[in-house]
Protein backbone atom coordinates (compact mmCIF):
# COMPACT_ATOMS: atom_id res chain seq x y z
CA UNK A 1 0.00 0.00 0.00
CA UNK A 2 1.47 3.94 -0.74
CA UNK A 3 0.64 5.72 1.68
CA UNK A 4 1.88 9.61 1.54
CA UNK A 5 4.30 9.69 4.23
CA UNK A 6 3.70 12.80 7.32
CA UNK A 7 6.03 14.57 8.53
CA UNK A 8 4.46 16.82 11.94
CA UNK A 9 5.80 19.11 13.59
CA UNK A 10 4.38 19.73 17.15
CA UNK A 11 5.63 22.93 18.88
CA UNK A 12 3.98 22.16 22.10
CA UNK A 13 4.15 25.45 24.61
CA UNK A 14 6.72 26.88 22.68
CA UNK A 15 7.43 30.05 20.03
CA UNK A 16 5.22 33.66 20.72
CA UNK A 17 2.79 34.74 17.42
CA UNK A 18 6.13 37.33 17.30
CA UNK A 19 8.54 35.24 17.30
CA UNK A 20 6.69 32.76 14.78
CA UNK A 21 7.47 35.12 12.18
CA UNK A 22 11.01 34.14 11.52
CA UNK A 23 10.98 30.51 12.30
CA UNK A 24 7.93 30.67 9.59
CA UNK A 25 9.69 32.49 7.05
CA UNK A 26 12.73 29.72 7.35
CA UNK A 27 10.52 27.42 6.86
CA UNK A 28 9.22 28.23 3.48
CA UNK A 29 12.26 29.00 2.38
CA UNK A 30 13.47 25.36 3.61
CA UNK A 31 11.01 23.43 2.38
CA UNK A 32 9.58 25.00 -0.66
CA UNK A 33 10.48 22.31 -2.92
CA UNK A 34 9.42 19.40 -0.89
CA UNK A 35 6.15 18.00 -2.60
CA UNK A 36 6.01 14.43 -1.89
CA UNK A 37 5.70 14.26 1.81
CA UNK A 38 2.61 15.53 3.78
CA UNK A 39 4.13 18.76 5.81
CA UNK A 40 1.91 19.67 9.04
CA UNK A 41 3.37 22.55 11.41
CA UNK A 42 1.05 22.78 15.24
CA UNK A 43 1.66 26.05 17.20
CA UNK A 44 0.00 26.88 19.91
CA UNK A 45 -3.51 28.63 19.81
CA UNK A 46 -2.11 31.88 19.77
CA UNK A 47 0.15 31.22 17.26
CA UNK A 48 -2.04 29.68 15.41
CA UNK A 49 -3.33 32.63 13.11
CA UNK A 50 -0.27 33.99 12.04
CA UNK A 51 0.91 30.85 11.16
CA UNK A 52 -2.35 30.32 8.62
CA UNK A 53 -1.75 33.61 7.25
CA UNK A 54 1.73 33.09 6.37
CA UNK A 55 1.58 29.52 5.62
CA UNK A 56 -1.81 29.67 3.46
CA UNK A 57 -0.28 28.47 0.17
CA UNK A 58 2.90 27.45 0.35
CA UNK A 59 2.24 23.74 0.96
CA UNK A 60 2.85 23.21 4.36
CA UNK A 61 -0.18 22.45 6.86
CA UNK A 62 -1.18 24.11 9.70
CA UNK A 63 -2.72 22.22 12.82
CA UNK A 64 -3.91 22.75 16.37
CA UNK A 65 -2.81 20.75 19.16
CA UNK A 66 -5.80 20.02 20.98
CA UNK A 67 -9.80 21.24 20.87
CA UNK A 68 -12.82 20.89 22.59
CA UNK A 69 -15.73 17.99 22.00
CA UNK A 70 -18.53 20.48 21.91
CA UNK A 71 -18.21 23.06 18.81
CA UNK A 72 -19.61 26.27 21.56
CA UNK A 73 -20.63 26.64 24.44
CA UNK A 74 -19.60 27.80 28.25
CA UNK A 75 -16.22 26.08 28.24
CA UNK A 76 -14.10 28.79 29.29
CA UNK A 77 -10.86 28.67 28.40
CA UNK A 78 -11.22 26.08 25.42
CA UNK A 79 -10.99 26.48 21.74
CA UNK A 80 -13.28 24.59 19.11
CA UNK A 81 -12.88 22.50 15.87
CA UNK A 82 -15.40 25.33 14.22
CA UNK A 83 -12.92 28.39 15.62
CA UNK A 84 -9.86 26.62 13.81
CA UNK A 85 -11.29 25.37 11.34
CA UNK A 86 -12.42 29.17 10.51
CA UNK A 87 -8.48 30.24 11.10
CA UNK A 88 -7.78 28.00 8.49
CA UNK A 89 -6.15 24.78 10.24
CA UNK A 90 -6.87 21.24 8.54
CA UNK A 91 -5.24 18.99 11.37
CA UNK A 92 -5.57 18.67 15.42
CA UNK A 93 -3.66 16.37 17.75
CA UNK A 94 -5.65 14.75 19.71
CA UNK A 95 -4.46 12.42 23.39
CA UNK A 96 -1.13 13.34 23.34
CA UNK A 97 0.27 11.63 26.37
CA UNK A 98 1.16 15.20 27.76
CA UNK A 99 -2.76 16.21 27.68
CA UNK A 100 -3.55 11.90 29.04
CA UNK A 101 -0.79 12.86 31.85
CA UNK A 102 -0.98 16.60 33.02
CA UNK A 103 -4.62 17.39 32.29
CA UNK A 104 -6.37 13.86 32.57
CA UNK A 105 -7.48 13.38 29.75
CA UNK A 106 -9.13 9.83 28.71
CA UNK A 107 -9.85 7.74 25.94
CA UNK A 108 -13.50 8.44 25.70
CA UNK A 109 -12.45 12.23 25.39
CA UNK A 110 -10.31 11.64 22.55
CA UNK A 111 -13.41 9.66 21.27
CA UNK A 112 -15.45 12.33 21.36
CA UNK A 113 -12.89 15.25 19.81
CA UNK A 114 -12.50 12.90 17.07
CA UNK A 115 -15.88 13.19 15.82
CA UNK A 116 -16.57 16.74 15.95
CA UNK A 117 -12.90 17.43 14.33
CA UNK A 118 -14.12 14.91 11.71
CA UNK A 119 -17.19 16.64 11.42
CA UNK A 120 -15.67 20.13 11.18
CA UNK A 121 -13.36 19.06 8.07
CA UNK A 122 -10.24 18.61 10.72
CA UNK A 123 -7.92 15.66 10.30
CA UNK A 124 -7.37 14.50 13.73
CA UNK A 125 -3.74 13.30 14.41
CA UNK A 126 -4.43 10.22 17.16
CA UNK A 127 -1.92 10.08 19.71
CA UNK A 128 -1.12 6.33 21.66
CA UNK A 129 1.78 5.06 23.41
CA UNK A 130 2.94 3.63 27.12
CA UNK A 131 4.80 4.79 29.54
CA UNK A 132 8.50 3.54 31.16
CA UNK A 133 6.62 1.83 33.49
CA UNK A 134 4.11 -0.01 31.19
CA UNK A 135 7.19 -1.16 28.84
CA UNK A 136 9.42 -2.15 31.87
CA UNK A 137 6.07 -4.39 32.92
CA UNK A 138 5.93 -5.58 29.49
CA UNK A 139 2.34 -3.87 28.73
CA UNK A 140 3.42 -1.51 25.61
CA UNK A 141 0.50 -3.98 23.79
CA UNK A 142 -2.19 -4.25 26.37
CA UNK A 143 -1.92 -0.25 26.67
CA UNK A 144 -1.32 0.75 22.82
CA UNK A 145 -4.67 -1.37 22.39
CA UNK A 146 -6.65 0.14 25.06
CA UNK A 147 -6.36 3.50 24.31
CA UNK A 148 -6.67 2.53 20.10
CA UNK A 149 -9.82 0.56 21.14
CA UNK A 150 -11.11 3.02 23.34
CA UNK A 151 -10.37 6.54 21.58
CA UNK A 152 -11.52 5.13 17.82
CA UNK A 153 -14.99 3.31 19.21
CA UNK A 154 -17.54 3.60 17.00
CA UNK A 155 -15.63 4.88 13.62
CA UNK A 156 -16.37 3.39 10.61
CA UNK A 157 -13.82 1.87 8.00
CA UNK A 158 -14.50 5.43 6.17
CA UNK A 159 -13.90 7.32 8.82
CA UNK A 160 -10.26 5.62 10.20
CA UNK A 161 -9.18 6.46 6.46
CA UNK A 162 -9.62 10.14 7.46
CA UNK A 163 -7.40 10.10 10.32
CA UNK A 164 -3.89 9.89 11.37
CA UNK A 165 -2.84 7.89 14.04
CA UNK A 166 1.02 8.93 15.96
CA UNK A 167 2.29 5.93 18.62
CA UNK A 168 4.35 7.85 20.81
CA UNK A 169 6.08 5.58 23.95
CA UNK A 170 6.01 8.35 26.61
CA UNK A 171 9.24 7.10 27.86
CA UNK A 172 10.67 8.57 24.82
CA UNK A 173 8.75 12.31 24.33
CA UNK A 174 11.51 15.09 25.45
CA UNK A 175 14.12 12.34 26.92
CA UNK A 176 16.74 11.87 24.15
CA UNK A 177 15.88 8.10 23.82
CA UNK A 178 14.40 7.04 21.49
CA UNK A 179 12.75 3.39 20.23
CA UNK A 180 14.77 1.47 17.85
CA UNK A 181 13.16 1.54 13.95
CA UNK A 182 13.14 -2.58 14.51
CA UNK A 183 11.14 -1.47 18.15
CA UNK A 184 8.84 1.05 16.29
CA UNK A 185 7.92 -0.86 13.72
CA UNK A 186 6.95 -3.72 15.97
CA UNK A 187 4.53 -1.94 18.11
CA UNK A 188 3.24 0.14 15.00
CA UNK A 189 2.82 -3.50 13.02
CA UNK A 190 0.68 -4.30 16.05
CA UNK A 191 -1.59 -1.54 15.79
CA UNK A 192 -2.03 -1.85 12.33
CA UNK A 193 -2.79 -5.19 12.85
CA UNK A 194 -5.15 -4.47 15.35
CA UNK A 195 -6.87 -1.87 12.88
CA UNK A 196 -7.40 -4.80 10.87
CA UNK A 197 -9.21 -6.78 12.89
CA UNK A 198 -11.26 -3.76 14.15
CA UNK A 199 -11.90 -2.08 10.60
CA UNK A 200 -10.61 -4.74 7.74
CA UNK A 201 -8.93 -3.09 4.38
CA UNK A 202 -9.13 0.51 5.67
CA UNK A 203 -6.05 -0.20 8.08
CA UNK A 204 -4.30 -0.50 5.11
CA UNK A 205 -4.58 3.37 3.99
CA UNK A 206 -4.34 4.85 7.89
CA UNK A 207 -1.22 6.60 7.73
CA UNK A 208 0.46 5.89 11.12
CA UNK A 209 3.41 8.04 12.70
CA UNK A 210 5.94 7.33 15.17
CA UNK A 211 6.99 9.90 18.16
CA UNK A 212 9.85 10.23 20.49
CA UNK A 213 12.57 12.02 20.05
CA UNK A 214 12.56 12.04 16.34
CA UNK A 215 16.07 14.03 14.82
CA UNK A 216 17.49 14.31 11.40
CA UNK A 217 19.76 10.79 12.19
CA UNK A 218 17.12 8.45 12.91
CA UNK A 219 14.19 9.74 10.55
CA UNK A 220 15.61 7.76 7.92
CA UNK A 221 15.77 4.42 9.84
CA UNK A 222 12.57 4.80 11.22
CA UNK A 223 10.82 5.36 7.62
CA UNK A 224 12.35 2.75 6.37
CA UNK A 225 10.12 0.11 8.25
CA UNK A 226 6.95 -0.82 6.38
CA UNK A 227 4.53 0.75 8.51
CA UNK A 228 6.10 3.82 9.78
CA UNK A 229 4.52 6.51 7.39
CA UNK A 230 6.08 9.37 8.88
CA UNK A 231 6.96 10.99 12.46
CA UNK A 232 5.38 13.28 14.78
CA UNK A 233 8.24 15.31 15.98
CA UNK A 234 9.05 17.65 19.35
CA UNK A 235 11.69 19.84 19.87
CA UNK A 236 13.57 19.04 16.47
CA UNK A 237 10.58 21.21 14.94
CA UNK A 238 11.64 24.36 16.65
CA UNK A 239 14.81 24.01 14.74
CA UNK A 240 14.18 24.97 11.21
CA UNK A 241 16.91 23.78 9.47
CA UNK A 242 16.91 20.62 11.63
CA UNK A 243 12.80 20.20 11.08
CA UNK A 244 13.53 20.25 7.22
CA UNK A 245 15.68 17.91 7.23
CA UNK A 246 13.54 15.47 9.07
CA UNK A 247 11.33 16.50 6.16
CA UNK A 248 13.39 15.50 3.41
CA UNK A 249 14.89 12.01 4.71
CA UNK A 250 14.80 10.95 1.16
CA UNK A 251 17.84 13.39 0.08
Known sequence: MNRRPVIAGNWKMNVTAGEAES?????????AAVGDVEIIVCPSFTTLAVACQRLAGTGI???????????EGAYTGEVSGPM???????????????????????DGDVNKKL???LKHK???????????????????????????????ANLTPGDLEQIIIAYEPVWAIGTGRTATPGDAQAVIGFIRNLLRTDFGSAA????????????????AGLMAEADIDGG???????DPAGFAQIVKYKD
Not at 23 to 31: D, F, G, P, R, S
Not at 61 to 71: F, I, K, R, T
Not at 204 to 219: A, C, F, H
Not at 232 to 238: D, Y
Request: glycine share 12%.
Open 23 to 31: LLNQLKAEL
Open 61 to 71: NVGAQNMHWEA
Open 84 to 106: LSDLGCGYVILGHSERRAYFGES
Open 115 to 117: FVA
Open 122 to 152: LTPIVCVGETLTEKEAGRTEAVCEQQIRGSL
Open 204 to 219: DKVRILYGGSVKPDNI
Open 232 to 238: LVGGASL
